[in-house]
Each structure stands twice: as structure tokens, then as C-alpha cells.
């Protein structure tokens, strides 16, 4: 049965009175839109806009799509000469990161369109294997375009600053130290993701980002 968010923030909210707190604070989660050329372009953006501010890498994925007449496809993608990426302002391992994805796509190593019948486990481990796209990226991909709810992005580093502020410590934990944090609140541990990304950009110091 597929649990909505706003009863899977109910649950977890039940959990802790320090984490119903913060769920008081700063609201309600709504789903993001998905990307409107869907999973495939979705990772397209996420490689695109990785290491580059907002707007330069706004104006780059513009290019890039422009260049693209109709659907953005993996077979569409491949079509375009290294050329006519380079000249859209994409770096050489920007371009050889998304030719990776698109011919990984293509040929069944990446299966986008299977993945809600896969494990969040099965999808991060087939993503990494793109040229370009860590475990982060990969868990990014299953909270905002898959909406997963069981997600635990451990590396993170807005989540580790969040639950400092939350369940109040000396140190901000290490990724090690924060995977046994989430267990409790299993199979939401999106949910818990989100609202210590919010709880983090409420703090002087924290990320400015609030991912919720």
C-alpha cells in the first residue's frame, strides 16, 4: 500500500516529540514536481548543474535542451556530436559523463522506467555506475523524482547539521555515526531527511538550503 506524505510525516512525528517539533515549525512536505523530460532528464540536470551556480548552470541546460527538437531521449542525446555539447557550454567530463549516461540507458544498464519495481538498493547501485553520478546524486534522484520515502542520505551534510539541531550533541556526526539515527523511524527516513534539511536552514550557520 502506498503511504502518502503527509500520514508518513504523521508517523514519524509520532516517534520523537523533539522531531514533531520541527514538523510543527516548518510545515507541511509537498512533492516536488518531476522533471518535466521525466528520469532520464532529470539526470541529465543533476550532471549538468553539478559544481556550477544557479544561473550559469540554468543558461547551460537551456543550451543543452535547445538543442534537443522533441523529447529528450538517450538515443536523442547520443545523436548530438561532442562538439555540439562542448559548445553549449558543457565540460569535457560533463559531456562524457552524460554520453555514459545516455548509452547506459540505452542499453538496459540503467533501466529508468523499471524502477518502481526496484529496490532503492538496486537503483543507486546501477546509477553509479554512470560516469559522474555518486550515491548522493543517486539518493537525490529516488527522494525528488522517484519520491521514495525510505531514503537516508548518511553523506549529506545538511541532514548531519539538521539533527544536531534537532537531538542537540557536541559534534555534527559523521556518516558512519548517522545510519543508525534513522533506524527507528523506518520506512520513512525521507521524511526525517527532509525535515532536518529544514531544521538546519532555521539555525544561524546551518545550510541555507532547505530541501523540503
Known amino acids: 500500500m502506498t503511504v502518502a506524505l503527509a500520514e508518513a510525516t504523521g508517523r514519524v ?6 522531531l514533531a517539533r520541527v514538523v510543527r515549525r516548518a510545515g507541511p512536505l509537498r512533492h516536488r514536481k518531476r522533471d ?9 540536470r543533476a550532471i549538468t548543474f553539478q559544481q556550477l551556480s544557479g544561473r550559469s548552470a540554468i543558461a547551460i541546460h537551456g543550451r543543452l535542451r535547445a538543442l534537443v527538437d522533441g523529447p529528450l531521449t538517450p538515443e536523442a542525446l547520443l545523436a548530438l556530436s561532442t562538439e555540439r555539447l562542448r559548445a553549449a557550454g558543457l565540460s569535457g567530463n560533463k559531456t562524457a559523463a552524460l554520453r555514459d549516461l545516455a548509452a547506459k540507458v540505452a542499453d538496459g544498464t540503467v533501466v529508468l522506467r523499471a524502477g518502481a519495481r526496484m529496490s532503492d538498493d538496486e537503483i543507486i547501485e546501477r546509477l553509479v555506475t554512470v560516469r559522474g553520478i555518486g550515491p548522493w546524486t543517486a539518493e537525490m534522484f529516488l527522494i525528488f523524482e522517484l519520491r521514495r520515502l525510505d531514503v537516508w542520505p548518511v553523506d549529506d551534510l ?55
Not at 512525528?13 to 523533539?18: G, I, L, Q, S, T
Not at 541532514?159 to 557536541?170: A, N, S
Not at 533506524?183 to 538550503?209: D, I, K, N
Open 36 to 44: 518535466p523530460d521525466g528520469p532520464f532528464g532529470a539526470l541529465v
Open 13 to 18: 512525528a509520532a516517534v520523537d516529540p523533539a
Open 158 to 212: 545538511g541532514v548531519r547539521q539538521g539533527l544536531t539541531h534537532i537531538w542537540p550533541r557536541d559534534t555534527v556526526p559523521t556518516a558512519k555515526q548517522l545510519e543508525p539515527e534513522g533506524e527507528r523511524f523506518r520506512p520513512y527516513r525521507t521524511v526525517v531527511a527532509r525535515y532536518c534539511w529544514a531544521a538546519a536552514a532555521f539555525e544561524p550557520g546551518g545550510t541555507s538550503a532547505d530541501l523540503r
